[in-house]
């Protein structure tokens, strides 16, 4: 093993720590892939992995509906309350963020490590959930720029 696997294997560690298993399993396969022979396909997750996670993430999420779970009249009604309007526009806010994030940990990927160890942290120590690293990387490109911290 060399030095180049230490970050993930500082990750893999919080990971465990803070039981944090979806980290943890990430960390674990990304070890692994080089030691099985599956280095070349490293690029194809690089360039593809955000897109394939998003797509299973949006299934997770749209199964309630895909169920019946949620009848049509109150997915309407929600529309028409001031939590569902709040929804639609923290939601807009939030795509628009994490689309910030995608470009940010590309041009700064060295950011997505100190990203996985706050969230580990906030997992361990504040009773956190392991989600929403885009839109922390979004976050942090937001006020990165407006501090001037980086130039694009």
Wanted: glycine residues 10%.
């Amino acid at each position: 093993m060399n030095w180049d696997s230490l970050p993930l294997l500082i990750i893999l560690a919080l990971s465990i720590i803070g039981n944090n298993h979806t980290v943890a399993v990430a960390a674990l396969v990304l070890l692994l892939i080089p030691r099985i022979g599956l280095e070349t396909y490293l690029p194809f997750i690089d360039r593809h992995g955000i897109n394939i996670g998003i797509v299973i993430l949006t299934i997770a999420v749209l199964s309630p509906v895909a169920q019946g779970q949620i009848a049509m009249n109150d997915m309407l009604a929600i529309f028409k309350s001031p939590v569902g309007l709040l929804a639609v526009v923290i939601g807009i806010f939030l795509a628009w963020v994490a689309g910030q994030g995608v470009i940010y940990m590309k041009e700064s990927p060295e950011t997505v490590s100190a990203l996985i160890v706050g969230t580990v942290i906030g997992v361990c120590f504040f009773r956190g959930l392991p989600v929403g690293p885009l839109i922390a990387g979004g976050l942090v490109a937001l006020i990165v720029n407006v501090l001037g911290l980086f130039k694009r």
